[in-house]
């Protein structure tokens, strides 16, 4: 697996069993759904909330994965952590890569959806 990738559709596809049309509906569900995600990690934040950081992060985590973007899952899982920890200061950093790293997601998804998938 390339670690460097935004989202590794191979590995994407085997989840899926190999359903390209169930694999567009994940991806379709996931632009919608992850921003409201990231929100509730950011009102946590605001808040000073750590387990409500613990419980957005995780929600965030969990819809990452039949994605397989390994970057955005880690820095979602570090912010999940944190929130455990009760270190809600050095989470805002975390949660700046887990916006930048999203944004990446979304932006291939996007590509995906509107050029189709590789031969």
Request: with cysteine; proline share 3%.
């Amino acid at each position: 697996m390339d670690t460097f990738a935004v989202f590794v559709l191979s590995e994407a596809l085997d989840l899926a069993d190999g359903d390209q049309e169930l694999f567009l509906m994940l991806a379709n569900l996931f632009l919608q759904e992850s921003p409201k995600e990231l929100a509730a990690v950011r009102a946590a934040l605001a808040r000073q909330d750590c387990g409500g950081l613990a419980a957005a992060a995780h929600k965030l985590k969990g819809s990452v994965l039949p994605i397989c973007a390994p970057r955005l899952f880690e820095r979602a899982q570090r912010l999940e952590l944190l929130g455990r920890q009760g270190d809600c200061t050095q989470a805002e950093s975390v949660c700046a890569d887990v916006e930048r790293c999203l944004a990446e997601v979304h932006a291939a998804l996007r590509d995906l959806i509107a050029g189709g998938f590789p031969s």
